[in-house]
Nanobody
Framework: EVQLQASGGGEVQPGGSLRLSCAAS????????MSWFRQAPGEKPEWVSS????????IYADSVKGRFTISRDNAKNTVYLQMSSLKPEDTAVYYC???????????????????WGQGTQVTVSS
């Protein structure tokens, strides 16, 4: 059974930090590009960041560039999202997703992903 278990969300004040984790099982984790999406109430899912199969530098939406860092540990089948300098507009449910054979032009398309986690709520509020 494929599982993506996201954790680490919570409530934080503006300017604060959180680290999200997503533990994967049931599929060959290292063969998949891993991404984070988020969805605010009443909004469409928004792509946040992606990291390639071997790790290394991630790519980011302009709205989070310089504040968020994606990483992965293939030995632990886990992808992370370190979020700093959080803003109220970062409030959303954050989802991790796994996609095989993605190309750069489609990486932000939620429809291209094979597996999704259950989401973890991030609330940024004073």
């Amino acid at each position: 059974e494929v599982q993506l278990q996201a954790s680490g969300g919570g409530e934080v004040q503006p300017g604060g930090s959180l680290r999200l984790s997503c533990a994967a099982s049931g599929f060959a984790f290292s063969d998949y590009t891993m991404s984070w999406f988020r969805q605010a109430p009443g909004e469409k899912p928004e792509w946040v960041s992606s990291i390639g199969r071997a790790g290394g530098a991630g790519i980011y939406a302009d709205s989070v560039k310089g504040r968020f860092t994606i990483s992965r540990d293939n030995a632990k089948n886990t992808v992370y999202l370190q979020m700093s300098s959080l803003k109220p507009e970062d409030t959303a449910v954050y989802y991790c997703a796994a996609g095989a054979n993605l190309i750069l032009s489609s990486i932000a398309s939620a429809l291209r992903y094979d597996y999704w986690g259950q989401g973890t709520q991030v609330t940024v509020s004073s």
